[in-house]
């Protein structure tokens, strides 16, 4: 099912032509300390080992993208200082040397 479709009672609009999309939100059960408490101690997840138990997670997705990226010949750039060049400019080469087309 798509997104569009999943929560068109919530939409307000939907832009039909961009080359990025910022998707802000929460999860109710998680977005405060006791719930994120709540969700850890429910999977037997002991606070202390939040952090490992994150970064196999956090691991686990930089791997699928980066996969993905491999194969359909595409390079992931990590930008370090956010603000040592427009990013508009960067996508704008990146278009110029790709193309503009949707998808990967």
Same mark, same amino acid.
């Given at each position: 099912?798509?997104?569009?479709?999943?929560?068109?009672?919530?939409?307000?609009?939907? $832009?039909?032509?961009y080359?990025?999309?910022?998707? *802000?939100? /929460?999860?109710?059960?998680?977005? !405060?300390?006791?719930?994120?408490? @709540?969700?850890?101690?429910?999977?037997?997840i002991?606070?202390?080992?939040?952090?490992?138990?994150?970064?196999?997670?956090?691991?686990? $997705?930089?791997?699928?993208?980066?996969?993905?990226? *491999?194969? /359909?010949?595409?390079?992931?750039? !990590?930008?370090?200082?956010?603000? @040592?060049?427009?990013?508009?400019?960067?996508?704008?080469?990146?278009?110029?040397?790709?193309?503009?087309?949707?998808?990967?």
């Open positions: 099912m798509l997104l569009t479709e999943r929560y068109k009672d919530k939409i307000k609009g939907v $832009l039909s032509c080359d990025r999309i910022v998707m *802000h939100g /929460n999860i109710p059960d998680l977005c !405060f300390d006791g719930g994120m408490t @709540s969700y850890l101690y429910k999977n037997n002991k606070i202390f080992d939040y952090p490992e138990w994150a970064n196999r997670h956090r691991e686990e $997705l930089r791997e699928h993208a980066e996969r993905i990226a *491999h194969d /359909n010949g595409l390079e992931i750039e !990590f930008i370090r200082k956010i603000d @040592s060049f427009r990013k508009d400019d960067r996508i704008q080469a990146i278009i110029e040397s790709r193309g503009d087309h949707p998808g990967l």
